[in-house]
């Protein structure tokens, strides 16, 4: 087996961009769950409203990208805002049947006839981020070492990215060591303690489901852009479960956790598809054991699995503190 091919697939995967695009949802799930306990389990759909505000803007209406990017944080906010007023006021768990109820209804809203004048129906759009690429600063090459390279206009999405990553990390760190930030532990943990306190948990909550979601929208645009393309397809509820493994596996409520847990989560994913694709082509496993075609499902078992093992033996995650991981969800 080629050892230096499954590192260089996996460091690839690592600090690519759909790795950075995790660590935005994650980081705004963080927000949302880590500091505050509200269960959304359809971040997804502020990744699609997110992507389509950029991609519909510039493609359907012929306007600037940075309308676009504008657009797509107004709609987190609108979404934020159509979610949490009939449900915040109610347990934890009606939040998470209308997120992820929301977030497919939207998907197959965006792919339906009735919306293809806007987004094209299930073909989606494409070519809408030439301006985007047009500002790239990087010289036309490969960049990289080795085997481990990019080409420049690939290189340039990731880098913004990750800096858009960075950034909202900072700003969530900021944020939490606030007094709103306070607020928001003090919903986590005792929502009632908070009320009785004169604090308005609603309009907090409210707050905190809006910052997350447009973190989530800002992941969206990242994929459309790097894509080139924003399909409904591409966001489905699985995609807020992955935010969610990273973000346990790198530790809730902590500034840095989602970032670290989607450079692992990528890293052991990437690394298990090729490496298990590799022990079959070799006959180190069996193809009457496993068949090619079935790497994709093992490996996610394979990352359940060590989830499970990593809830169990460390549930704050790796950064995380264990008592930050309570969750009233009375």
């Given at each position: ?290 068949a090619s075609d079935q790497v994709g499902a093992v490996r996610f ?30």
């Amino acid at each position: 087996m080629d050892a230096a091919g499954i590192l260089v697939d996996a460091l690839r995967a690592a600090v690519s961009l759909e790795a950075a695009v995790y660590a935005l949802a994650a980081i705004g799930l963080n927000v949302h769950f880590g500091y505050t306990g509200l269960l959304n389990f359809g971040q997804v759909g502020f990744m699609l409203v997110g992507a389509y505000g950029v991609a519909a803007t510039v493609a359907t209406y012929g306007l600037p990208l940075w309308v676009g990017v504008a657009v797509g944080v107004a709609l987190a906010v609108v979404l934020a805002l159509c979610l949490g007023v009939p449900t915040l006021r109610l347990r934890a768990d009606y939040l998470a049947i209308t997120t992820i109820a929301a977030s497919e209804i939207l998907r197959l809203l965006f792919r339906s006839e009735l919306m293809r004048p806007v987004t094209n129906g299930v073909f989606g759009l494409q070519r809408f981020a030439d301006s985007f690429y047009s500002i790239n600063p990087l010289p036309e090459r490969r960049y990289g070492i080795g085997r481990l390279t990019f080409g420049h206009d690939r290189l340039w999405a990731t880098l913004v990215a990750w800096a858009l990553a960075a950034a909202c990390a900072v700003v969530v760190a900021r944020l939490a060591s606030s007094p709103w930030g306070r607020v928001l532990r003090s919903i986590r943990d005792d929502e009632d303690a908070a009320r009785a306190l004169g604090k308005n948990v609603f309009a907090v909550k409210l707050q905190s489901l809006a910052v997350g979601g447009v973190a989530g929208a800002l992941a969206g645009m990242m994929l459309a852009i790097g894509q080139q393309a924003a399909s409904p397809d591409t966001y489905v509820p699985a995609v807020t479960f992955f935010a969610y493994t990273l973000l346990i596996l790198g530790g809730p409520a902590t500034a840095w956790g989602p970032v670290l847990g989607a450079v692992l989560f990528s890293f052991v994913v990437a690394g298990a598809d090729t490496l298990l694709r590799e022990a079959i082509a070799a006959g180190v496993v069996p193809g009457g054991v496993l068949a090619s075609d079935q790497v994709g499902a093992v490996r996610f078992a394979l990352v359940g699995l060590g989830l499970m093992l990593l809830v169990v033996f460390r549930p704050q995650g790796i950064l995380g503190d264990r008592r930050e991981t309570t969750l009233d969800a009375g």
